[in-house]
């Protein structure tokens, strides 16, 4: 037996990482609200982490390392260039590693993948999460999704194996003018699906419709016309999960795939 075969948590390695070098371009806590959401709605998945594609710089690996304190990190990218650039920055409990969908032999708890699979087509999404749900850990999630260069427009997909769970934006509120703008920041599955008669365009025209009718409430401030905003939408029918404290952070998540509304 291998070193990988005995180790948990550990597949053996296949000999080429799966996936396309990515332009690599990232910033300082451009993926906060990700690691935020994570760390509330998966505290029981933080033993093996890991995020794939983190880029030409290691910083938001360090960040997620510090943010959700799991017990392994791992930083996976396909450029050995830069897996050779993020050494320094290993410590016993996270490293990096080159890697690419089939994850590197391991078997995480929970994977984040962030503006990686935007730049590939849209056909090849569901092979790509194939290939990362299969190589979780049993009950395991992967968190995938795209963000503006800042962080402060994000939408993301909760998958597992069985395919996604929820859809969940999250959004500055003091610089949003109009939900409308997530549309630009979907996950590749969903932002082509953006069309009339698609189920994501019925909900982002619901929640900027709401965000429009809630325009009385900005006097109380961004975050009350938001929660007045998602209560119409929970009201109206659509399957809106938690509760008025997460939406205050500027989140929204919904049961994937979302049902059609009653009477719809």
């Known amino acids: 037996m291998s070193r990988a075969e005995g180790t948990p948590g550990v597949r053996p390695a296949p000999v080429k990482p799966v996936g396309e070098v990515t332009r690599g371009t990232t910033n300082p806590n451009r ?41 392994r990190t791992v930083g996976l990218e396909i450029d050995p260039f830069r897996v050779l650039a993020a050494q320094p920055f290993g410590t016993g409990s996270l490293s990096f590693r080159r890697g690419g969908f089939e994850l590197a032999g391991l078997r995480p708890t929970l994977v984040r993948a962030c503006n990686v699979l935007r730049q590939y087509d849209e056909g090849a999404v569901a092979d790509a999460w194939r290939q990362m749900t299969s190589a979780l850990a049993p009950g395991g999630v992967l968190v995938e999704g795209t963000c503006d260069e800042l962080g402060r427009v994000c939408a993301w997909l909760a998958v597992t194996p069985a395919g996604p ?47 429009l009718a809630a325009a009385p409430y900005k006097a109380f401030g961004a975050r009350d016309r938001w929660v007045r905003a998602v209560t119409v939408l929970r009201d109206a029918g659509w399957p ?10 500027g989140e929204l998540t919904v049961d994937w795939p979302v049902p059609a509304r009653p009477g719809s």
């Open 240 to 249: 809106v999960r938690d509760r008025p404290g997460r939406w205050r952070l």
């Open 165 to 211: 769970v929820s859809l969940t934006f999250s959004v500055a509120l003091a610089d949003l003018e109009r939900p409308a703008v997530i549309a630009e920041r979907l996950p590749k599955a969903l932002i082509h699906r953006n069309v009339p008669g698609e189920r994501v365009h019925e909900l982002l025209t619901a929640l900027d419709d709401a965000w």
């Open 31 to 71: 993926l906060r609200r990700f690691d935020r959401w994570i760390a509330w709605r998966y505290p029981e998945l933080l033993g093996l982490v890991v995020d794939l594609g983190y880029g030409a710089s290691a910083v938001t690996t360090v960040e997620m390392h510090r943010r959700l304190r799991p017990s």
